[in-house]
């Protein structure tokens, strides 16, 4: 058996196509704008950064990165999301993970003005997606449900298994497809310290991994014919080139053998959570009346 690519590719461009759809006969200068934070200057951080900004670019939508050092106050940052909440002409606001360590990251986006989190991270946004609301969810958590979407998945009683239970990824996802009335298992760490782990994934129709660990996920942990999501997002050195390449929490060629449908790392999950950033600051301006 060989399954088949759930490529983000033409998700993501549907996406984008209806921001530019909905943004269509309104000057570049009015367009909704996105600013992101970056504290310090972690590369991973920094990556992220270019990315959005291209992404805005395509699109047209204004980006601006403000940089602050690495060494600033938690007081100082809190005053700038202030004055950035109360600034009319930005739209959304992220701000970019990791943040340095005595800085409370979480803390710190629950000050972002509801509104204005594209990310989908402050807790009345989460709290919307406990209520089934999709608006401003999480936009990784938003990228898994259009991409099964397009696998045009019957949710009704599916078994779902979701590897990983964190605040942005697993547990949104959870609720999103509980929503649908998927029968949904969240497994994390306790379950794989228990040895449980291939026990439940085993019996999943769609299996969802969001864990960071490369390879976790292998031939035996998967249903013959399931759907896999692969979130992960891991830097590897390919042992033949010496290069660093980017692999999922599944070992690729296992779910291609056994799975139904595989998304693929990169160019999965990734590509269509980038576009759902921009929907989001779209959500933003209209949830502010301002397109
Ligand atoms: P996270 O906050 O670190 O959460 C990882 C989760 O996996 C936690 O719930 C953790 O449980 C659990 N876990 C750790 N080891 C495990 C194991 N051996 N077995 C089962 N569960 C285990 O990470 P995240 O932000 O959700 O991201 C997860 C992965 O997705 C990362 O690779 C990240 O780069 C990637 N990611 C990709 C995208 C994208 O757009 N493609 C977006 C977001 C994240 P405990 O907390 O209990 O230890």
């Known amino acids: 058996m060989s399954a088949r690519l759930l490529e983000g590719g033409p998700v993501a461009a549907r996406i984008k196509q209806s921001?530019?759809?909905k943004?269509?006969?309104i000057p570049l200068g009015r367009r909704p704008k996105l600013t992101a934070v970056l504290v310090g200057d972690d590369p991973g951080a920094k990556f992220y950064a270019r990315s959005q900004a291209k992404g805005c670019e395509e699109v047209s939508l204004r980006y601006e990165l403000v940089e602050l050092p690495a060494d600033i106050s938690?007081?100082?940052l809190v005053l700038k999301l202030r004055e950035l909440n109360n600034d009319d002409d930005v739209t959304g606001i992220i701000l970019m993970m990791p943040v340095p360590e005595h800085i409370d990251g979480r803390a710190m986006q629950g000050l972002i003005d509801p509104l204005k989190d594209v990310d989908g991270v402050h807790p009345v946004?989460?709290?919307h997606v406990?209520?089934?609301k999709m608006d401003l969810a999480p936009c990784t958590a938003q990228a898994i449900i259009e991409l099964l979407d397009?696998?045009?998945v019957d949710y009704y009683g599916a078994e779902v298994v979701i590897v990983g239970h964190s605040e942005i990824v697993g547990k949104p996802t959870a609720?999103?497809?509980?929503?649908r009335f998927a029968t949904?298992?969240?497994?994390h760490i306790g379950t794989s310290d228990k040895g449980m782990l291939a026990h439940h994934t085993r019996e999943a129709d769609i299996l969802i991994v969001a864990v960071g660990v490369a390879g976790l996920i292998t031939k035996e942990h998967i249903k013959p014919g399931a759907i896999v999501i692969d979130v992960g997002t891991n830097r590897q050195k390919d042992p033949e080139t010496g290069k660093t390449r980017i692999v999922g929490d599944v070992v690729a060629a296992d779910a291609m053998e056994v799975a139904g449908m595989v998304t693929p790392v990169p160019g999965g999950v990734g590509v269509v959570t980038s576009a759902i950033l921009l929907r989001n600051l779209v959500t933003c301006a209209e949830l502010q009346g301002k397109v």
């Open 184 to 187: 949904t298992t969240v497994c």
């Open 23 to 25: 943004l269509m006969g």
């Open 19 to 21: 921001v530019v759809d």
């Open 150 to 152: 397009e696998a045009e």
């Open 74 to 76: 938690e007081g100082d």
């Open 125 to 127: 946004n989460l709290g």
């Open 175 to 179: 609720l999103l497809l509980l929503d």
């Open 130 to 132: 406990v209520q089934g």
